[in-house]
Nanobody
Framework: QVHLVESGGGLVQAGGSLRLSCAASGIIFGINTMGWYRQAPGKQRELVAG???????NYADSVKGRFTISRDNAKNTVLLQMNSLKPEDTAVYYCVAEVSSDSTRYSDYWGQGTQVTVSS
């Protein structure tokens, strides 16, 4: 079994910064893509940023230039540095990772979510 645990959410004023962290644990042979999604009240869950095992990244247009995703393959962790936060960034942020426990099959695992609230 694989578990993802997020940390780093909280309340911040507009223009401030937060850093989210997500650590994968359990029986892990390898991790392909890792990423962050978010879901605001009344809205669908959306991709915020993703990063491949090799370090290639992609971002939602709404966060480009403000958010940076990174990962530590040795520690099975992914980070999301969020700068210049806006009230519209308020959401529950979820970590996701494509994980294999036996080298033959990869599955998506999700964290429990962490609340980010940006006040105006």
């Amino acid at each position: 079994q694989v578990h993802l645990v997020e940390s780093g959410g909280g309340l911040v004023q507009a223009g401030g910064s937060l850093r989210l962290s997500c650590a994968a644990s359990g029986i892990i042979f390898g991790i392909n893509t890792m990423g962050w999604y978010r879901q605001a009240p009344g809205k669908q869950r959306e991709l915020v940023a993703g990063i491949t095992r090799g370090g290639s990244t992609n971002y939602a247009d709404s966060v480009k230039g403000r958010f940076t995703i990174s990962r530590d393959n040795a520690k099975n962790t992914v980070l999301l540095q969020m700068n210049s936060l806006k009230p519209e960034d308020t959401a529950v942020y979820y970590c996701v990772a494509e994980v294999s426990s036996d080298s033959t099959r990869y599955s998506d695992y999700w964290g429990q979510g962490t609340q980010v609230t940006v006040s105006s």
